[in-house]
């Protein structure tokens, strides 16, 4: 049982920042690699909200998506708005993504120093028992926090002018502007929504461990690996995905050991990929404009 707890723990953190990742390539074509500096300032976000304002939970988690969404809106006004149409535009700013990412993380480092910092426990520190497994309230929390969010996207996008939006962008972008969908609105609306989806799952995973400078280098990775393997712009893909990688993570680290849990998510990949070389729910890129 403990196993499949952490599946889930896992699971609903790759999961919010692969559908960020995920979204915002099926909307944008715009692989966003400064999420892990977003993630970090999300959660420093969170930090400084509980410090300074008050350890309220919902306080500390709104200061959290928030700073995520900030985050969003300065990636899309600095990077993708002034790059997007040039010459070799998605190398450019996956180029300049990462630089953001390499600054953002340093001046984390020199505002906040080199020591983690610990947020408040907002689920509380209790527990209880499931099938012999104790279960703490932060995974509890966390577990049922991604579902109704993850639950509020797949309705949004499916339900929503904004999820029309989203679609109509994902499916044909010329014909998307034809019919009065403006660019530059979606990808403000994309980019922040993906960046508070990154700050929530910063705070939800600070509560457990810690805030630092380079917290977000591994929630980027295996949210990249989530939004792969679902196929990018599939959010029930993304979903399963995240099921699959934190199974396969939580497995790996409990019988095997942490140091193979990147082999056997590289053998993941592979098998998927081989299988369905699109993902497990991605679009066939010849329907696309």
């Not at 500096?37 to 999300?42: C, D, G, L, Q, Y």
């Not at 976000?45 to 919902?58: I, N, R, V």
């Not at 403006?182 to 990808?187: I, Q």
Request: hydrophobic share 55%; aromatic share 8%.
């Amino acid at each position: 049982m403990d196993v499949v707890v952490t599946t889930f723990n896992l699971a609903s953190i790759y999961g919010l920042v692969g559908i960020g990742i995920s979204i915002t390539w099926a909307g944008l074509r715009f692989l966003n690699l400064a999420q892990g500096a977003t993630f970090s300032f999300a959660g420093y976000g969170a930090w400084w909200a509980s410090q300074h304002l008050t350890s309220s939970s919902p306080v500390v988690i709104t200061a959290g998506v928030v700073t995520g969404g900030l985050c969003g809106a300065l990636v899309c006004a600095l990077v993708f708005l002034p790059l997007y149409g040039k010459r070799n535009w998605e190398t450019r700013t996956l180029i300049a993504t990462l630089a953001l990412s390499l600054i953002g993380t340093n001046v984390l480092l020199q505002g906040f120093g080199p020591l983690p910092q610990a947020i408040p426990a907002i689920f509380g520190t209790g527990h209880f028992s499931l099938a012999g497994s104790v279960v703490t309230n932060d995974k509890t929390g966390t577990v049922v926090s991604a579902v109704v969010v993850l639950t509020f996207i797949v309705i949004l996008l499916m339900r929503s002018r904004i999820g029309l939006g989203v679609r109509a962008l994902t499916e044909n972008r010329e014909g998307a502007a034809l019919v009065g969908i403006d660019l530059r609105t979606m990808a403000f609306t994309i980019l922040i929504a993906s960046g508070a989806l990154t700050g929530l799952a910063s705070v939800l995973l600070a509560q457990t461990f810690y805030v630092s400078s380079d917290a977000g280098f591994v929630p980027l990775v295996k949210g990249l690996i989530v939004a792969m393997l679902g196929g990018l712009g599939s959010v029930t893909g993304t979903i399963i995905a995240a099921l699959l990688v934190g199974a396969v993570e939580a497995v790996t680290a409990t019988y095997i050991g942490t140091q193979y849990v990147l082999i056997a998510l590289f053998v993941l990949i592979a098998v998927v990929l081989l299988i369905r070389p699109r993902g497990i729910g991605g679009v066939v890129e010849a329907t696309r404009a």
